[in-house]
């Protein structure tokens, strides 16, 4: 591959990882400070959510936080390692882009297609069925 691409796809990478971990910082202290916990568990941040609605179905990962309405120490391995993908596959290589894509593939994919997301379904390929999806 030419070498000045290369780098550039290096760079566009770093900077989405950035976007990635400000976006869950920012998370992390938006959930806290409205009565919500979070912890490091199974290697991601995961955060029950306070008094601000900010999920959806059985949790979001915003950049590289995983939302829920169940305590930090009750997620599992498998949906770990689920919200893991979102964030390690799709949020870093993404960043800011892709609530947009997701949301796009959404709309296309489920509420037009009748289908699955395909974000979910290839989370769910990579985790071994860990979100609980059924596609």
């Known amino acids: 591959?030419?070498?000045?691409?290369?780098?550039?796809?290096?760079?566009?990478?770093?900077?989405s990882t950035m976007h990635s971990d400000s976006i869950g910082r920012a998370t992390r202290w938006l959930v806290t400070n409205t009565g919500g916990r979070c912890a490091y568990v199974h290697e991601l941040w995961v955060c029950e959510q306070g008094r601000l609605p900010s999920k959806a179905r059985g949790g979001a990962t915003y950049g590289t936080t995983f939302v829920t309405d169940v305590a930090p120490w009750k997620v599992g391995r498998d949906l770990a390692a689920h919200e893991k993908y979102h964030r390690d596959q799709q949020w870093n290589q993404d960043?800011?882009?892709?609530?947009?894509?997701?949301?796009?593939?959404?709309?296309?994919?489920?509420w037009i297609g009748g289908g699955c997301n395909r974000y979910e379904a290839a989370a769910e390929a990579a985790s071994n069925g860990g979100g609980g999806y059924t596609c």
Do not use: S, T
């Open 1 to 15: 591959m030419n070498p000045l691409k290369l780098a550039f796809l290096a760079g566009q990478r770093f900077v």
């Open 95 to 110: 960043g800011l882009l892709f609530p947009g894509l997701y949301y796009r593939a959404e709309v296309i994919d489920v």
